[in-house]
Protein backbone atom coordinates (compact mmCIF):
# COMPACT_ATOMS: atom_id res chain seq x y z
CA UNK A 1 0.00 0.00 0.00
CA UNK A 2 2.59 2.84 0.99
CA UNK A 3 4.51 1.58 -1.77
CA UNK A 4 1.98 2.04 -4.27
CA UNK A 5 0.97 5.77 -2.63
CA UNK A 6 4.07 6.89 -2.39
CA UNK A 7 7.32 4.74 -4.12
CA UNK A 8 7.04 6.16 -7.19
CA UNK A 9 6.76 10.23 -6.19
CA UNK A 10 9.26 9.99 -3.90
CA UNK A 11 12.40 10.28 -6.57
CA UNK A 12 10.26 13.23 -8.14
CA UNK A 13 9.38 14.86 -4.76
CA UNK A 14 12.55 14.91 -3.39
CA UNK A 15 13.13 17.63 -5.74
CA UNK A 16 11.23 19.98 -3.73
CA UNK A 17 13.13 19.29 -0.32
CA UNK A 18 15.01 22.81 -0.31
CA UNK A 19 11.92 24.52 -1.64
CA UNK A 20 10.02 22.38 0.94
CA UNK A 21 12.58 24.20 3.96
CA UNK A 22 12.08 27.84 2.29
CA UNK A 23 8.74 27.87 2.43
CA UNK A 24 8.49 26.73 6.10
CA UNK A 25 11.08 29.59 6.50
CA UNK A 26 8.66 31.83 5.04
CA UNK A 27 5.74 29.96 6.70
CA UNK A 28 7.27 30.38 10.61
CA UNK A 29 7.63 34.04 9.31
CA UNK A 30 4.22 34.44 8.68
CA UNK A 31 3.13 32.68 12.58
CA UNK A 32 5.30 35.14 13.89
CA UNK A 33 3.87 38.05 12.79
CA UNK A 34 0.14 36.86 13.24
CA UNK A 35 1.21 36.17 16.49
CA UNK A 36 1.18 32.47 16.86
CA UNK A 37 5.16 32.37 17.77
CA UNK A 38 6.57 34.37 20.38
CA UNK A 39 10.10 36.18 18.86
CA UNK A 40 12.99 33.19 20.75
CA UNK A 41 10.37 30.75 19.08
CA UNK A 42 10.86 32.21 15.56
CA UNK A 43 14.55 32.67 16.30
CA UNK A 44 15.28 28.62 17.11
CA UNK A 45 12.79 27.78 14.45
CA UNK A 46 14.44 29.81 11.85
CA UNK A 47 17.97 28.78 12.86
CA UNK A 48 16.45 25.22 12.76
CA UNK A 49 15.16 25.37 9.23
CA UNK A 50 18.34 27.36 8.35
CA UNK A 51 20.12 24.38 9.73
CA UNK A 52 18.24 22.09 7.28
CA UNK A 53 18.89 23.87 4.48
CA UNK A 54 22.31 23.05 4.93
CA UNK A 55 22.08 19.81 5.59
CA UNK A 56 19.97 19.30 2.44
CA UNK A 57 22.83 20.82 0.26
CA UNK A 58 25.14 18.44 1.90
CA UNK A 59 23.46 15.63 1.47
CA UNK A 60 22.98 14.87 4.34
CA UNK A 61 19.15 15.46 5.09
CA UNK A 62 17.18 13.62 2.77
CA UNK A 63 14.25 11.40 2.00
CA UNK A 64 14.36 7.64 3.33
CA UNK A 65 12.26 5.09 1.73
CA UNK A 66 10.75 4.88 5.10
CA UNK A 67 9.68 8.36 4.68
CA UNK A 68 6.39 9.41 2.35
CA UNK A 69 7.43 12.49 1.19
CA UNK A 70 9.83 16.09 1.94
CA UNK A 71 7.47 17.27 4.26
CA UNK A 72 7.75 14.36 6.43
CA UNK A 73 11.54 14.67 6.13
CA UNK A 74 11.60 17.81 7.28
CA UNK A 75 9.26 17.00 10.11
CA UNK A 76 11.32 14.51 11.49
CA UNK A 77 15.19 16.09 11.13
CA UNK A 78 13.32 19.25 12.55
CA UNK A 79 11.32 17.81 15.75
CA UNK A 80 14.46 15.58 16.41
CA UNK A 81 16.90 18.47 16.58
CA UNK A 82 14.35 20.92 18.33
CA UNK A 83 11.81 18.41 20.44
CA UNK A 84 8.75 20.15 21.33
CA UNK A 85 9.15 23.12 19.46
CA UNK A 86 9.32 21.36 16.02
CA UNK A 87 5.81 20.30 16.01
CA UNK A 88 4.58 23.84 16.10
CA UNK A 89 6.36 24.16 12.76
CA UNK A 90 2.64 22.95 11.16
CA UNK A 91 0.61 25.07 12.51
CA UNK A 92 -2.03 27.03 10.44
CA UNK A 93 -1.02 24.89 6.92
CA UNK A 94 -1.64 21.30 5.26
CA UNK A 95 0.81 19.51 3.01
CA UNK A 96 -2.10 20.46 0.42
CA UNK A 97 -1.02 24.35 0.93
CA UNK A 98 2.66 23.52 1.48
CA UNK A 99 3.35 21.64 -1.94
CA UNK A 100 1.69 24.03 -3.60
CA UNK A 101 4.13 26.65 -1.89
CA UNK A 102 6.99 24.50 -2.81
CA UNK A 103 5.97 23.79 -6.83
CA UNK A 104 5.83 27.62 -7.24
CA UNK A 105 8.99 28.55 -6.22
CA UNK A 106 10.40 25.59 -8.05
CA UNK A 107 8.46 27.05 -10.87
CA UNK A 108 9.70 30.27 -10.13
CA UNK A 109 13.35 29.25 -10.19
CA UNK A 110 13.23 26.22 -13.53
CA UNK A 111 11.13 28.96 -15.64
CA UNK A 112 14.13 31.62 -15.44
CA UNK A 113 16.07 29.54 -15.49
CA UNK A 114 14.82 28.63 -19.05
CA UNK A 115 13.65 31.71 -19.95
CA UNK A 116 17.42 32.57 -19.79
CA UNK A 117 17.97 29.72 -22.16
CA UNK A 118 15.92 30.59 -24.67
CA UNK A 119 17.41 34.01 -24.35
CA UNK A 120 20.61 32.40 -24.94
CA UNK A 121 19.31 30.00 -28.12
CA UNK A 122 17.88 33.42 -29.58
CA UNK A 123 21.39 35.04 -28.98
CA UNK A 124 23.51 32.74 -30.84
CA UNK A 125 20.50 32.28 -33.63
CA UNK A 126 20.95 36.38 -34.09
CA UNK A 127 24.78 35.91 -34.43
CA UNK A 128 24.38 33.01 -36.87
CA UNK A 129 22.10 35.48 -38.73
CA UNK A 130 24.02 38.39 -39.02
CA UNK A 131 27.25 36.51 -39.86
CA UNK A 132 25.39 34.57 -42.54
CA UNK A 133 23.34 37.24 -43.82
CA UNK A 134 24.30 37.54 -47.48
CA UNK A 135 24.06 33.46 -47.78
CA UNK A 136 21.27 33.01 -49.56
CA UNK A 137 19.53 30.20 -50.18
CA UNK A 138 15.98 28.63 -51.87
CA UNK A 139 13.21 29.14 -49.65
CA UNK A 140 10.62 26.57 -49.51
CA UNK A 141 6.51 25.95 -49.23
CA UNK A 142 5.31 22.47 -50.23
CA UNK A 143 8.80 21.35 -49.32
CA UNK A 144 9.94 22.78 -53.19
CA UNK A 145 11.91 25.13 -53.74
CA UNK A 146 9.61 28.56 -53.84
CA UNK A 147 11.79 31.73 -53.70
CA UNK A 148 15.07 33.72 -52.67
CA UNK A 149 15.99 33.26 -48.85
CA UNK A 150 18.73 33.49 -47.63
CA UNK A 151 20.28 31.69 -43.85
CA UNK A 152 20.28 35.35 -42.18
CA UNK A 153 16.36 35.11 -42.91
CA UNK A 154 15.74 32.04 -41.44
CA UNK A 155 17.83 32.37 -38.57
CA UNK A 156 16.15 35.65 -37.72
CA UNK A 157 13.28 34.17 -37.90
CA UNK A 158 14.05 31.17 -35.58
CA UNK A 159 15.15 33.79 -32.86
CA UNK A 160 12.12 36.23 -33.48
CA UNK A 161 10.10 32.88 -32.88
CA UNK A 162 11.82 31.66 -29.79
CA UNK A 163 11.78 35.28 -28.33
CA UNK A 164 7.71 35.72 -29.54
CA UNK A 165 8.00 32.72 -26.25
CA UNK A 166 9.89 34.12 -23.95
CA UNK A 167 7.93 37.31 -24.14
CA UNK A 168 4.58 35.19 -22.90
CA UNK A 169 6.38 34.58 -19.51
CA UNK A 170 5.54 37.43 -17.69
CA UNK A 171 2.36 36.78 -18.09
CA UNK A 172 2.52 33.35 -16.72
CA UNK A 173 4.51 34.65 -13.73
CA UNK A 174 2.71 36.81 -12.73
CA UNK A 175 0.04 33.52 -11.58
CA UNK A 176 3.10 31.67 -10.34
CA UNK A 177 3.75 34.56 -8.46
CA UNK A 178 1.30 34.60 -6.30
CA UNK A 179 1.13 32.82 -2.58
CA UNK A 180 -0.90 30.18 -1.85
CA UNK A 181 0.41 29.60 1.92
CA UNK A 182 -2.24 29.87 4.66
CA UNK A 183 -5.27 28.10 1.98
CA UNK A 184 -4.64 24.90 3.88
CA UNK A 185 -6.26 21.97 2.31
CA UNK A 186 -8.66 24.88 0.59
CA UNK A 187 -10.59 26.24 2.76
CA UNK A 188 -8.33 28.10 4.90
CA UNK A 189 -7.52 27.66 8.70
CA UNK A 190 -9.60 28.97 11.98
CA UNK A 191 -6.96 30.88 13.08
CA UNK A 192 -5.62 34.58 12.65
CA UNK A 193 -3.36 33.72 10.38
CA UNK A 194 -1.38 36.95 8.42
CA UNK A 195 -1.03 35.38 5.06
CA UNK A 196 0.21 38.74 3.54
CA UNK A 197 3.05 38.42 5.83
CA UNK A 198 4.03 35.10 4.61
CA UNK A 199 3.52 36.01 1.36
CA UNK A 200 5.88 38.61 1.58
CA UNK A 201 8.93 36.75 3.29
CA UNK A 202 8.90 34.37 0.62
CA UNK A 203 9.12 36.92 -1.81
CA UNK A 204 5.65 36.45 -3.32
CA UNK A 205 3.90 39.75 -4.99
CA UNK A 206 0.61 38.87 -4.24
CA UNK A 207 -1.67 35.82 -2.59
CA UNK A 208 -4.08 33.69 -4.25
CA UNK A 209 -6.80 34.97 -2.20
CA UNK A 210 -9.49 32.99 -2.44
CA UNK A 211 -8.43 30.25 -0.31
CA UNK A 212 -10.49 27.72 -2.31
CA UNK A 213 -8.80 28.65 -5.90
CA UNK A 214 -5.35 27.17 -4.68
CA UNK A 215 -6.50 23.27 -4.60
CA UNK A 216 -9.01 24.19 -7.89
CA UNK A 217 -5.81 25.04 -9.84
CA UNK A 218 -3.96 22.43 -9.00
CA UNK A 219 -2.58 21.41 -12.28
CA UNK A 220 -3.87 24.52 -14.62
CA UNK A 221 -0.62 26.30 -13.60
CA UNK A 222 1.59 23.06 -14.07
CA UNK A 223 -0.18 22.63 -17.37
CA UNK A 224 0.82 26.76 -18.45
CA UNK A 225 4.17 25.86 -17.61
CA UNK A 226 4.90 23.19 -19.63
CA UNK A 227 2.33 24.74 -22.60
CA UNK A 228 4.79 27.17 -22.74
CA UNK A 229 7.64 24.77 -22.71
CA UNK A 230 6.11 23.04 -25.69
CA UNK A 231 5.59 26.67 -27.74
CA UNK A 232 10.00 27.06 -26.92
CA UNK A 233 9.78 22.85 -27.87
CA UNK A 234 7.95 23.37 -31.37
CA UNK A 235 10.79 26.00 -32.32
CA UNK A 236 13.35 24.03 -31.49
CA UNK A 237 11.82 20.35 -33.18
CA UNK A 238 11.56 22.95 -36.11
CA UNK A 239 15.32 24.04 -36.49
CA UNK A 240 16.12 20.69 -35.79
CA UNK A 241 14.46 19.71 -38.62
CA UNK A 242 15.45 22.05 -40.93
CA UNK A 243 19.46 21.50 -40.11
CA UNK A 244 18.55 17.94 -40.43
CA UNK A 245 16.90 18.09 -43.85
CA UNK A 246 19.18 21.13 -45.07
CA UNK A 247 22.37 19.59 -43.56
CA UNK A 248 21.80 16.26 -45.94
CA UNK A 249 24.05 15.39 -48.96
CA UNK A 250 21.40 16.32 -51.54
CA UNK A 251 20.81 19.71 -50.22
CA UNK A 252 24.58 20.39 -48.71
CA UNK A 253 23.44 23.80 -47.45
CA UNK A 254 24.16 23.49 -44.14
CA UNK A 255 27.04 21.87 -42.59
CA UNK A 256 27.18 19.50 -39.52
CA UNK A 257 31.01 19.41 -38.16
CA UNK A 258 32.07 15.89 -36.76
CA UNK A 259 31.78 17.24 -33.09
CA UNK A 260 27.96 17.23 -33.77
CA UNK A 261 27.87 14.29 -35.53
CA UNK A 262 28.11 10.55 -34.45
CA UNK A 263 29.04 7.65 -37.00
CA UNK A 264 27.74 4.32 -38.06
CA UNK A 265 28.93 1.06 -36.45
CA UNK A 266 28.46 -0.43 -39.92
CA UNK A 267 28.81 2.58 -42.81
CA UNK A 268 32.02 4.14 -42.49
CA UNK A 269 31.11 7.53 -44.46
CA UNK A 270 27.69 8.18 -42.01
CA UNK A 271 27.65 11.24 -40.16
CA UNK A 272 24.36 11.27 -38.64
CA UNK A 273 22.53 14.19 -36.83
CA UNK A 274 21.76 12.55 -33.65
CA UNK A 275 21.88 15.69 -31.38
CA UNK A 276 19.06 17.38 -33.97
CA UNK A 277 17.45 14.05 -34.49
CA UNK A 278 17.08 13.72 -30.09
CA UNK A 279 16.26 17.54 -29.95
CA UNK A 280 13.21 16.71 -32.66
CA UNK A 281 12.08 13.93 -30.32
CA UNK A 282 12.33 15.59 -26.95
CA UNK A 283 10.05 18.49 -28.71
CA UNK A 284 7.47 15.55 -29.21
CA UNK A 285 7.60 13.86 -26.26
CA UNK A 286 7.37 17.37 -24.68
CA UNK A 287 3.85 17.16 -25.76
CA UNK A 288 3.03 13.81 -24.40
CA UNK A 289 4.57 15.11 -20.93
CA UNK A 290 1.75 18.58 -21.43
CA UNK A 291 -0.82 15.72 -22.05
CA UNK A 292 -0.24 13.43 -19.13
CA UNK A 293 -0.63 16.93 -17.08
CA UNK A 294 -4.18 17.62 -18.55
CA UNK A 295 -5.24 14.31 -18.14
CA UNK A 296 -4.63 13.93 -14.87
CA UNK A 297 -6.11 17.07 -14.00
CA UNK A 298 -8.88 16.95 -16.39
CA UNK A 299 -12.77 16.44 -14.71
CA UNK A 300 -11.85 16.31 -11.34
CA UNK A 301 -14.59 17.42 -8.17
CA UNK A 302 -13.86 20.33 -6.24
CA UNK A 303 -11.14 20.47 -3.59
CA UNK A 304 -8.43 18.17 -3.11
CA UNK A 305 -7.82 15.03 -4.67
CA UNK A 306 -4.39 12.71 -4.22
CA UNK A 307 -4.49 12.95 -8.50
CA UNK A 308 -2.78 15.70 -8.28
CA UNK A 309 0.45 13.93 -6.43
CA UNK A 310 0.80 12.63 -10.26
CA UNK A 311 1.26 16.18 -11.57
CA UNK A 312 4.99 16.02 -10.54
CA UNK A 313 6.09 13.87 -12.45
CA UNK A 314 5.40 15.38 -16.09
CA UNK A 315 5.97 18.43 -14.98
CA UNK A 316 9.10 18.04 -13.94
CA UNK A 317 10.17 15.80 -16.48
CA UNK A 318 8.82 18.70 -19.29
CA UNK A 319 11.49 21.45 -17.86
CA UNK A 320 14.24 18.80 -17.80
CA UNK A 321 13.38 17.97 -21.54
CA UNK A 322 13.15 21.71 -22.14
CA UNK A 323 16.31 22.68 -20.26
CA UNK A 324 18.60 19.99 -22.33
CA UNK A 325 17.23 21.42 -25.75
CA UNK A 326 18.21 24.68 -24.82
CA UNK A 327 21.38 23.98 -24.17
CA UNK A 328 22.21 21.93 -26.82
CA UNK A 329 20.53 24.34 -29.18
CA UNK A 330 22.58 27.07 -28.04
CA UNK A 331 25.95 24.96 -28.06
CA UNK A 332 25.24 23.74 -31.53
CA UNK A 333 24.22 26.66 -33.43
CA UNK A 334 27.10 28.55 -33.58
CA UNK A 335 29.33 25.63 -34.77
CA UNK A 336 26.98 25.16 -37.75
CA UNK A 337 28.64 25.56 -41.75
CA UNK A 338 27.18 27.15 -44.80
CA UNK A 339 28.31 25.97 -48.00
CA UNK A 340 27.39 29.52 -49.54
CA UNK A 341 28.49 27.64 -53.24
CA UNK A 342 25.74 25.07 -52.76
CA UNK A 343 23.43 27.22 -51.42
CA UNK A 344 23.63 29.49 -54.43
CA UNK A 345 23.41 26.73 -56.91
CA UNK A 346 20.17 25.76 -55.59
CA UNK A 347 18.61 29.34 -56.88
CA UNK A 348 18.95 28.50 -60.18
CA UNK A 349 15.78 27.37 -62.65
CA UNK A 350 12.79 28.34 -61.21
CA UNK A 351 13.52 29.87 -57.76
CA UNK A 352 14.31 33.13 -59.57
CA UNK A 353 10.61 32.63 -61.79
CA UNK A 354 9.00 35.56 -59.30
CA UNK A 355 12.10 37.67 -59.63
CA UNK A 356 11.48 37.52 -63.55
CA UNK A 357 7.84 38.49 -62.96
CA UNK A 358 8.21 41.46 -60.70
CA UNK A 359 10.80 42.53 -63.02
CA UNK A 360 8.53 42.50 -65.82
CA UNK A 361 5.77 44.11 -63.60
CA UNK A 362 8.28 47.31 -62.63
CA UNK A 363 8.69 47.50 -66.56
CA UNK A 364 4.91 48.26 -67.10
CA UNK A 365 3.35 44.86 -67.49
CA UNK A 366 0.48 43.59 -65.65
CA UNK A 367 1.01 41.12 -62.83
CA UNK A 368 -1.61 38.55 -64.20
CA UNK A 369 -0.37 38.94 -67.80
CA UNK A 370 3.26 38.95 -66.59
CA UNK A 371 2.75 35.81 -64.51
CA UNK A 372 1.06 34.13 -67.08
CA UNK A 373 3.55 34.43 -69.52
CA UNK A 374 6.67 33.36 -67.43
CA UNK A 375 4.82 30.44 -66.50
CA UNK A 376 4.25 29.46 -69.93
CA UNK A 377 7.68 30.51 -70.93
CA UNK A 378 9.35 28.07 -68.09
CA UNK A 379 6.87 25.43 -69.99
CA UNK A 380 8.67 25.73 -72.92
CA UNK A 381 12.03 25.35 -71.05
CA UNK A 382 13.45 28.47 -70.93
CA UNK A 383 16.07 30.15 -68.81
CA UNK A 384 15.62 33.34 -67.53
CA UNK A 385 18.94 35.51 -66.62
CA UNK A 386 19.40 35.28 -63.04
CA UNK A 387 20.23 38.47 -61.42
CA UNK A 388 22.95 38.85 -58.84
CA UNK A 389 23.19 38.11 -55.08
CA UNK A 390 23.63 41.40 -54.40
CA UNK A 391 20.50 42.29 -57.11
CA UNK A 392 18.60 40.04 -55.33
CA UNK A 393 18.94 41.56 -52.22
CA UNK A 394 18.42 45.14 -53.12
CA UNK A 395 15.26 44.49 -54.71
CA UNK A 396 13.56 43.15 -51.12
CA UNK A 397 13.70 45.98 -48.64
CA UNK A 398 11.01 46.10 -47.19
CA UNK A 399 10.88 45.92 -43.40
CA UNK A 400 11.83 42.26 -42.59
CA UNK A 401 12.67 41.55 -46.36
CA UNK A 402 16.56 39.64 -47.20
CA UNK A 403 17.44 43.68 -47.44
CA UNK A 404 16.27 44.90 -44.34
CA UNK A 405 16.19 41.61 -41.67
CA UNK A 406 16.12 44.47 -38.81
CA UNK A 407 18.17 42.83 -36.43
CA UNK A 408 18.82 45.86 -34.41
CA UNK A 409 14.98 45.43 -33.61
CA UNK A 410 15.28 42.11 -32.50
CA UNK A 411 18.67 42.58 -30.38
CA UNK A 412 16.61 45.11 -28.80
CA UNK A 413 13.81 42.72 -27.75
CA UNK A 414 16.19 40.50 -26.67
CA UNK A 415 17.73 43.35 -24.29
CA UNK A 416 14.47 43.97 -22.97
CA UNK A 417 14.08 40.34 -22.24
CA UNK A 418 16.87 40.35 -20.59
CA UNK A 419 16.33 43.34 -18.30
CA UNK A 420 13.31 41.57 -17.07
CA UNK A 421 15.19 38.45 -16.65
CA UNK A 422 17.70 39.79 -14.72
CA UNK A 423 14.84 42.02 -12.22
CA UNK A 424 13.09 38.81 -11.27
CA UNK A 425 16.15 36.89 -10.93
CA UNK A 426 17.31 39.32 -8.46
CA UNK A 427 13.81 39.62 -6.69
CA UNK A 428 13.13 35.69 -6.14
CA UNK A 429 17.03 35.37 -5.13
CA UNK A 430 17.11 37.76 -2.82
CA UNK A 431 13.47 36.77 -0.97
CA UNK A 432 15.77 33.14 -0.77
CA UNK A 433 18.74 34.53 0.30
CA UNK A 434 17.17 36.46 2.95
CA UNK A 435 15.38 33.42 4.25
CA UNK A 436 18.19 31.25 4.38
CA UNK A 437 20.24 33.94 5.74
CA UNK A 438 23.18 34.08 3.05
CA UNK A 439 22.82 33.92 -0.45
CA UNK A 440 21.19 30.95 -2.11
CA UNK A 441 20.68 29.35 -5.44
CA UNK A 442 19.36 26.07 -5.41
CA UNK A 443 21.08 22.81 -6.11
CA UNK A 444 20.36 20.13 -8.19
CA UNK A 445 22.03 17.31 -5.80
CA UNK A 446 19.26 14.61 -5.67
CA UNK A 447 17.58 14.79 -1.76
CA UNK A 448 16.53 11.06 -1.98
CA UNK A 449 18.03 8.11 -0.81
CA UNK A 450 18.40 5.53 -3.45
CA UNK A 451 17.39 2.50 -3.22
CA UNK A 452 19.38 -0.47 -2.54
CA UNK A 453 18.85 -1.94 -6.19
CA UNK A 454 21.31 -3.45 -8.71
CA UNK A 455 22.70 -1.11 -11.69
CA UNK A 456 22.11 -2.51 -15.07
CA UNK A 457 25.34 -0.56 -16.91
CA UNK A 458 24.33 1.08 -20.33
CA UNK A 459 24.22 -0.64 -23.41
CA UNK A 460 26.23 0.26 -26.39
CA UNK A 461 24.07 2.14 -28.53
CA UNK A 462 25.54 2.53 -31.59
CA UNK A 463 23.44 4.09 -34.80
CA UNK A 464 22.62 3.28 -38.12
Known sequence: M???????????DARLLSWDVLGSLGHVAGLRASGLL??????RLRAGLRAALRQVESGRLRVSPRQEDVHTALEAWLTGHLPGLGERLHTGRSRNDQVATDIRLYLKDRLLALHAGALDVAAVLLAFAARHRTALWPGYTHQRRAMPSSVGLWAGALADGVLDTADELPALWARVDRSPLGSAAGYGVPLPLKREAAARALGFAGLDRNVATVQGGRGKLEAAALFWCTQLGHELGRLAQDVILFSAEEYGYLVLPAALATGSSIMPHKRNPDLFELTRARAAALEGDLVTLWQVKAKLAGGYQRDFQLLKEPLMRGLDRTEAMLAIVAHAVPQLGVDRAR????LEGGALATDEVMRRVEAGQAFRTAYRDVAAELRGGARFRAPT???IVARRTSAGGLGNLGLDLTRARLRRARTWQARERRRFDGAMSALAGRPFRPSRRPAVRPSRRPTVPPSDRPTV
Open 38 to 43: SPREHA
Open 389 to 391: ARQ
Open 2 to 12: FDYTAGDDRPW
Open 343 to 346: CAAA
